[in-house]
């Protein structure tokens, strides 16, 4: 395949099965990619100290069992460090990084102040002297580095929410244990391998301006954002290993119908039983159900 052509992508993080919500937004993501004529990339976020090799294999198995397919090798985060540790440095060259002393707890204390924007970092650190910053750095706790954002907000552009303007705040670029933050790695990622397209799942909305704005201060243009619904559970909660079946090997159907059945809550088809080629004959996102699908596991 050539690889000039943009790319769209399913990026899951290898910690555990993938359940019936991530396989619905792996599947929207590969017809997103398909009908476009994009190449569709696999890529394990694998740099959390939760990841589980075994997850990765079983992921991948699960998502050829359906009848997906991915164009050249699986890309691992974690063999990324260098390109993620270069962008920090490039960007702390550049003014726009600080490090960061502070606690989760102290971050809590001081975002829940009566005036801070919710969810955003306070910044705390953003401004520290010369001697506030060797006091804190002789305390011990290794720094972070947070982004230096000059907004406090970005607007994004996406195909099911339109214009979504969102919080953008001095968010970690790299954490303390020197972990390469989610937000910075995808935004490399994505730009990295040709990702155009970033078709997931509705709960990373909030993410976007950040990762949007990031892209901006790298001169990479943004992606064209598809955020699709969520699958909830019983309870109207994101679905959760404790609702029962929601596994494909849990799930005790065939791949058919499980393709049948996630194609039906997409108002995709009305087939009991489909595969992924099959639905793409006749692919269109405009009759994509918007709502979020409600999953009633078999309990155990
Ligand atoms: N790894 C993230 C997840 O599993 C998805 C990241 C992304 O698509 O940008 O939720």
């Known amino acids: 395949m050539d690889t000039a052509l943009p790319a769209g992508r399913y990026a899951p993080s290898p910690t555990g099965d993938l359940h019936i919500g991530n396989l619905r937004t792996a599947l929207l993501a590969w017809l997103f990619a398909r009908s476009t004529g994009r190449r569709f990339l696999l890529r394990m976020e694998d740099l959390d100290d ?9 992921q991948l198995a699960d998502l050829k069992a359906l009848g997906l397919d991915w164009d050249g090798d699986v890309i691992h985060q974690s063999d990324r460090r ?61 720094a972070a580095v947070r982004l230096r954002s000059s907004v406090s907000e970005y607007t994004i552009t996406d195909e099911f929410h339109g214009r979504f303007s969102g ?26 391998t040709g990702v155009d397209q970033v078709v997931r799942g509705d709960d990373l909305l909030t993410s ?6 990031l ?26 290993k404790r609702d029962g079946a929601i596994t494909l090997s849990e799930l005790t159907k065939k791949p058919t119908e ?22 793409l004959q006749s692919f269109d996102p405009a009759r994509i159900q918007r709502r979020p699908w409600v999953f009633h596991p078999r309990k155990h």
């Open 82 to 142: 260098q390109h993620y540790e270069e962008a920090v440095g490039e960007l702390a060259a550049r003014g726009l990084t600080y490090e960061c002393y502070c606690s989760r707890r102290e971050i809590h204390a001081a975002a829940s102040a009566p005036h801070a924007a919710p969810g955003a970092y306070p910044g705390t650190c953003r401004d520290l002297s010369a001697a506030d910053r060797a006091a804190r750095r002789g305390s011990g706790r290794p």
């Open 50 to 58: 939760r990841v589980r090799p075994e997850s990765a294999v079983r």
């Open 215 to 240: 892209a901006s201060l790298l001169r990479i243009p943004a992606p064209h954002y598809v955020h699709v619904p969520l699958v909830l559970g019983p309870h109207r909660k994101r679905l959760a």
């Open 167 to 192: 919080v953008v705040d001095d968010f970690v670029l790299r954490r303390g244990d020197g972990t390469p933050a989610y937000n910075l790695a995808v935004v490399l990622d994505d730009a990295a």
């Open 258 to 279: 499980v393709v049948g059945m996630l194609a039906q809550s997409l108002a995709l088809s009305e087939a009991h039983e489909m595969t992924p080629s099959g639905l």
């Open 208 to 213: 976007a301006p950040r990762q949007s704005y």
